[in-house]
Protein backbone atom coordinates (compact mmCIF):
# COMPACT_ATOMS: atom_id res chain seq x y z
CA UNK A 1 0.00 0.00 0.00
CA UNK A 2 2.40 2.51 -0.88
CA UNK A 3 -0.53 5.21 -1.34
CA UNK A 4 -1.10 5.34 2.39
CA UNK A 5 1.59 7.44 3.11
CA UNK A 6 0.16 10.03 0.51
CA UNK A 7 -3.49 9.42 1.26
CA UNK A 8 -2.51 10.39 4.96
CA UNK A 9 -0.53 13.40 4.51
CA UNK A 10 -3.56 14.44 1.94
CA UNK A 11 -5.90 13.96 4.61
CA UNK A 12 -3.82 15.92 7.55
CA UNK A 13 -3.28 18.92 5.19
CA UNK A 14 -7.12 18.76 4.01
CA UNK A 15 -8.03 18.87 7.49
CA UNK A 16 -5.45 21.69 8.77
CA UNK A 17 -6.66 23.90 5.62
CA UNK A 18 -10.38 23.29 7.00
CA UNK A 19 -9.30 24.43 10.24
CA UNK A 20 -8.18 27.39 9.08
CA UNK A 21 -3.91 27.72 9.58
CA UNK A 22 -1.53 25.32 9.08
CA UNK A 23 0.63 25.06 12.45
CA UNK A 24 4.19 24.62 13.15
CA UNK A 25 3.33 21.26 13.35
CA UNK A 26 3.09 20.40 9.62
CA UNK A 27 6.99 21.17 8.46
CA UNK A 28 7.80 18.74 11.02
CA UNK A 29 4.61 16.27 10.44
CA UNK A 30 4.75 15.57 6.57
CA UNK A 31 8.63 14.57 6.46
CA UNK A 32 8.09 12.53 9.47
CA UNK A 33 5.10 10.23 7.42
CA UNK A 34 7.01 10.35 4.12
CA UNK A 35 10.18 8.89 6.15
CA UNK A 36 7.60 6.35 7.34
CA UNK A 37 7.23 5.24 4.00
CA UNK A 38 10.81 4.39 3.84
CA UNK A 39 10.72 2.50 7.70
CA UNK A 40 10.09 -0.74 6.52
CA UNK A 41 12.77 -1.63 3.40
CA UNK A 42 15.27 0.96 5.21
CA UNK A 43 14.60 0.88 8.98
CA UNK A 44 17.83 2.98 9.64
CA UNK A 45 17.56 5.83 7.64
CA UNK A 46 13.69 5.64 9.04
CA UNK A 47 14.64 6.34 12.74
CA UNK A 48 17.58 8.31 12.05
CA UNK A 49 15.41 10.69 9.61
CA UNK A 50 12.36 10.53 12.00
CA UNK A 51 14.47 10.17 15.53
CA UNK A 52 16.30 13.58 14.21
CA UNK A 53 12.83 15.56 13.39
CA UNK A 54 11.68 14.62 16.96
CA UNK A 55 14.56 16.02 18.62
CA UNK A 56 14.51 19.42 16.40
CA UNK A 57 10.56 20.09 17.29
CA UNK A 58 11.39 19.36 20.80
CA UNK A 59 14.04 21.95 20.89
CA UNK A 60 12.10 24.26 18.65
CA UNK A 61 9.72 24.05 21.24
CA UNK A 62 7.18 22.39 19.67
CA UNK A 63 6.68 19.53 22.52
CA UNK A 64 3.89 17.25 20.29
CA UNK A 65 3.07 16.93 17.16
CA UNK A 66 1.02 14.51 15.19
CA UNK A 67 3.95 12.74 13.16
CA UNK A 68 5.46 11.83 16.69
CA UNK A 69 3.26 8.32 16.29
CA UNK A 70 5.93 7.63 13.67
CA UNK A 71 8.62 7.36 16.29
CA UNK A 72 6.54 3.75 17.63
CA UNK A 73 6.59 2.97 13.79
CA UNK A 74 10.36 3.64 13.11
CA UNK A 75 11.53 1.31 16.07
CA UNK A 76 8.47 -1.42 15.53
CA UNK A 77 10.41 -1.32 11.68
CA UNK A 78 13.79 -1.56 13.23
CA UNK A 79 13.45 -4.29 15.34
CA UNK A 80 11.51 -5.81 13.42
CA UNK A 81 12.98 -5.95 9.58
CA UNK A 82 16.53 -4.12 10.90
CA UNK A 83 19.74 -5.96 11.99
CA UNK A 84 20.98 -6.40 15.36
CA UNK A 85 22.89 -2.74 15.07
CA UNK A 86 19.83 -1.25 13.81
CA UNK A 87 17.38 -3.01 16.01
CA UNK A 88 19.59 -1.77 19.13
CA UNK A 89 19.67 1.37 17.28
CA UNK A 90 15.52 1.68 17.31
CA UNK A 91 15.88 1.26 21.06
CA UNK A 92 18.15 3.46 21.83
CA UNK A 93 15.98 5.84 19.86
CA UNK A 94 12.41 5.11 21.65
CA UNK A 95 14.15 5.64 24.72
CA UNK A 96 15.93 8.34 24.15
CA UNK A 97 12.46 10.16 22.87
CA UNK A 98 11.08 8.76 26.42
CA UNK A 99 13.33 10.55 28.27
CA UNK A 100 13.64 13.73 26.24
CA UNK A 101 9.47 14.03 26.15
CA UNK A 102 9.59 13.27 29.99
CA UNK A 103 12.08 15.84 30.83
CA UNK A 104 10.65 18.46 28.14
CA UNK A 105 7.48 17.91 29.27
CA UNK A 106 8.68 18.24 33.01
CA UNK A 107 10.69 21.48 32.37
CA UNK A 108 7.50 23.17 31.36
CA UNK A 109 5.36 21.69 34.48
CA UNK A 110 8.38 23.31 36.85
CA UNK A 111 8.35 26.62 34.79
CA UNK A 112 4.59 26.90 34.62
CA UNK A 113 3.90 29.79 37.65
CA UNK A 114 0.56 27.36 38.36
CA UNK A 115 2.18 24.31 39.40
CA UNK A 116 3.59 22.85 42.11
CA UNK A 117 6.93 20.34 42.62
CA UNK A 118 4.43 18.14 43.43
CA UNK A 119 2.53 18.00 39.91
CA UNK A 120 5.82 18.39 38.23
CA UNK A 121 6.88 15.06 40.00
CA UNK A 122 3.87 13.23 38.88
CA UNK A 123 4.47 14.73 34.95
CA UNK A 124 7.53 13.08 35.46
CA UNK A 125 6.68 9.61 36.82
CA UNK A 126 3.87 9.55 34.63
CA UNK A 127 5.25 10.35 31.37
CA UNK A 128 8.54 7.80 32.13
CA UNK A 129 6.13 5.21 33.21
CA UNK A 130 3.89 5.40 30.15
CA UNK A 131 6.69 5.61 27.78
CA UNK A 132 8.60 2.75 29.16
CA UNK A 133 4.96 0.53 28.41
CA UNK A 134 4.72 2.23 25.39
CA UNK A 135 8.58 1.15 24.23
CA UNK A 136 8.19 -2.43 26.11
CA UNK A 137 4.91 -3.02 23.99
CA UNK A 138 6.15 -1.98 20.68
CA UNK A 139 9.37 -4.14 21.38
CA UNK A 140 7.67 -7.06 22.35
CA UNK A 141 5.02 -6.87 19.14
CA UNK A 142 8.01 -5.83 16.85
CA UNK A 143 9.58 -8.71 18.34
CA UNK A 144 7.12 -11.00 17.23
CA UNK A 145 6.57 -9.86 13.38
CA UNK A 146 10.50 -10.29 13.08
CA UNK A 147 10.25 -14.03 14.76
CA UNK A 148 7.21 -14.53 12.01
CA UNK A 149 9.62 -12.76 9.14
CA UNK A 150 12.17 -15.83 10.15
CA UNK A 151 9.78 -18.64 10.56
CA UNK A 152 8.44 -17.67 6.85
CA UNK A 153 11.91 -17.26 5.33
CA UNK A 154 12.71 -20.33 6.66
CA UNK A 155 9.70 -22.22 5.39
CA UNK A 156 10.65 -20.55 1.97
CA UNK A 157 13.68 -21.56 2.54
CA UNK A 158 12.81 -25.36 3.17
CA UNK A 159 9.92 -25.19 0.46
CA UNK A 160 13.37 -24.15 -2.00
CA UNK A 161 15.44 -27.01 -0.54
CA UNK A 162 12.47 -29.41 -0.94
CA UNK A 163 12.16 -28.40 -4.83
CA UNK A 164 15.84 -28.91 -5.20
CA UNK A 165 15.47 -32.25 -3.45
CA UNK A 166 12.59 -33.50 -5.97
CA UNK A 167 14.75 -31.75 -9.09
CA UNK A 168 17.65 -34.38 -8.33
CA UNK A 169 16.20 -36.94 -7.55
CA UNK A 170 14.00 -36.76 -11.03
CA UNK A 171 17.56 -36.35 -12.87
CA UNK A 172 18.76 -38.99 -10.91
CA UNK A 173 16.04 -41.05 -12.32
CA UNK A 174 16.38 -39.95 -15.84
CA UNK A 175 20.29 -41.07 -15.47
CA UNK A 176 19.30 -44.30 -13.99
CA UNK A 177 16.24 -44.54 -16.70
CA UNK A 178 19.38 -43.80 -19.74
CA UNK A 179 22.04 -46.43 -17.64
CA UNK A 180 19.52 -48.73 -17.92
CA UNK A 181 18.27 -48.05 -21.14
CA UNK A 182 22.13 -48.59 -22.60
CA UNK A 183 22.43 -51.46 -20.91
CA UNK A 184 19.63 -53.33 -22.63
CA UNK A 185 20.76 -51.92 -25.71
CA UNK A 186 24.43 -53.40 -25.28
CA UNK A 187 22.89 -56.47 -24.46
CA UNK A 188 21.10 -56.36 -27.29
CA UNK A 189 23.64 -55.06 -29.66
CA UNK A 190 25.86 -57.83 -27.85
CA UNK A 191 24.02 -60.87 -28.40
CA UNK A 192 22.82 -59.95 -32.01
CA UNK A 193 26.66 -59.90 -33.00
CA UNK A 194 27.05 -63.08 -31.14
Same mark, same amino acid.
Given at each position: ?6 ? #?? !?? %? ?9 V??? +? ?5 ? #????A?C?? /?P??? #?????? !?? $? ?5 ? %???V ?12 ? $???G????? #? ?13 ? +? ?14 IEA ?5 ? %? ?18 R??? /?? %? ?10 ? /? ?14 ? /? ?11 ? +??
Open positions: MPWCGGA #VT !LL %LTLFTLFIGAGWW +LPFTLPM #VAAGIRT /RGWG #VAVIGS !LA $VIHVAAG %LMVLGDVMTFYAMFCA $VAYSTRIH #VAGIIAGIAGVITQT +LSWTATTIASPYASAFGVFVT %LLVTGTISIVAVWALANLQARV /RQ %LALQRERAEQAV /REREQRTALAVAEERA /RIAREMHDVVAHS +LS
